[in-house]
């Protein structure tokens, strides 16, 4: 058994959390052992859940998805991680074949996706804290009284006490001036203890979005809007500081997902002020170039823009949209609604993100990963450099015989 892994699988039911009620039966059954070889694991899986080694190399029985895996054999971490990711995959896969038989699309959890995130990210600050006795930090800059724009802020602010990002909120009135949002800006740049600067948008109509976010120190541009790390990502053979959270989780999820993107087509619809608007919504028939899609982003900030008739059956959509939108029942409720209109798209769709619940959990879990990022940078300080520190053994002087 050198070398190799027997895994069991024993499917209980596939039945998804966030929609408990629309599987009436577990989609496949398998209770047997599987052997695979490390140079023969699932090609083009990403690993899901870093940590899944740690539970599957002590030979417990793991759940997740309603799967039990005992681990007889553990030779490789990555290829555990693998084989966890594959399991996974089929599941992600597997629901979405089987939905979309059903003229259903799989919903792909944002939040599971999220929470793996976090988990590695909490498990780098213990280290540094336990390293080098410090915690990142986040400064966030949140101008008016905007419903939406409060309530973004409080989510990443308990995110960041979740995983121990220590978090500070700098809020302004909505008639502050440029002079005095340029002088906040001004003073989480000199402060060391922050390590990261998000700017809450929209900002007021008055001020200048983009004069407030160039200011930003781009060592601290951790949701990656500065222009040096907007053009680095445009050029090809420079890596920009922070790649902005949302398209990070965009891609984080499709990659976790299994989903090729390579020779597919992929079609995005954008936000006018931050990705500009696609020359797509100035035709007259933007459905037509939306049909032709393999992939479908979204990220518009208008409710239920793409209608069922614009998807190409089997396409997966990625809904980047979140507006809040008053309940036409309830004056005094709202809602949070994607661009993508769910409820057409769910029977032309193999896989799609709910909103809310998708996409935006993991644009979060980024701009957490994105802080722990600049405040290695800024302490110059690696997991490997705490690995290195772990591996010394110290004898005790009382030990020692002279």
């Not at 995959?89 to 979405?96: F, K, Q, R, S």
């Not at 995005?268 to 931050?274: A, E, L, Y």
């Amino acid at each position: 058994m050198r070398g190799r892994m027997a895994v069991w699988w024993r499917c209980k039911s596939f039945t998804s959390s966030a929609s408990p009620s629309r599987l009436a039966k577990p989609l496949i059954y398998l209770d047997r052992p599987d052997i695979w070889y490390p140079s023969s694991s699932p090609s083009g899986v990403s690993p899901y859940l870093r940590h899944a080694y740690y539970r599957l190399s002590r030979k417990r029985k793991v759940g997740h998805f309603g799967m039990e895996l005992l681990v007889t054999v553990h030779k490789s971490e990555r290829f555990i991680s693998d084989c966890f990711s594959y399991l996974l995959a089929v599941y992600m896969l597997e629901d979405g074949r089987k939905r979309n038989n059903e003229h259903a699309a799989a919903d792909i959890d944002g939040k599971l996706i999220a929470n793996d995130i976090k988990a590695t990210v909490a498990t780098e600050i213990r280290h540094m804290k336990s390293s080098i006795r410090k915690v990142p930090g986040l400064g966030v800059i949140l101008v008016g009284k905007r419903k939406d724009s409060f309530s973004f802020v409080s989510i990443k602010k308990k995110a960041c006490e979740e995983v121990g990002i220590a978090s500070v909120v700098v809020e302004l009135p909505e008639d502050s001036t440029e002079h005095e949002v340029l002088a906040v800006v001004s003073l989480l740049n000199r402060k060391e203890s922050v390590h990261g600067i998000l700017v809450q948008l929209p900002l007021p109509n008055h001020l200048s979005e983009e004069k407030i976010i160039n200011a930003v120190n781009v060592e601290k541009d951790v949701d990656g809007f500065h222009p040096v790390n907007m053009g680095n990502l445009a050029m090809t053979g420079r890596e920009p500081l922070f790649i902005p959270c949302a398209s990070r989780g965009c891609l984080e999820v499709l990659h976790r997902c299994s989903v090729e993107i390579i020779g597919k087509k992929v079609v995005v619809i954008g936000r006018s002020k931050i990705g500009g608007l696609p020359t797509s919504l100035l035709l007259q028939n933007p459905e037509q170039i939306t049909r032709e899609a393999d992939i479908l982003v979204s990220d518009v900030g208008v409710p239920n823009l793409v209608r069922g008739h614009w998807l190409k059956p089997g396409v997966v959509v990625i809904d980047m949209g979140s507006t809040l939108v008053k309940d036409s029942n309830n004056s005094h409720c709202s809602h949070v609604t994607g661009d993508v209109c769910y409820e057409e798209a769910i029977h032309k769709a193999s896989a799609i993100t709910p909103v809310p619940g998708g996409v935006g959990p993991v644009t979060i879990s980024m701009l957490l990963s994105n802080t722990v990022e600049a405040a290695k940078r800024a302490y110059q300080w690696t997991e490997r450099s705490y690995q290195q520190e772990q591996s010394f053994s110290y004898i005790p002087l009382s030990n020692v015989h002279i």
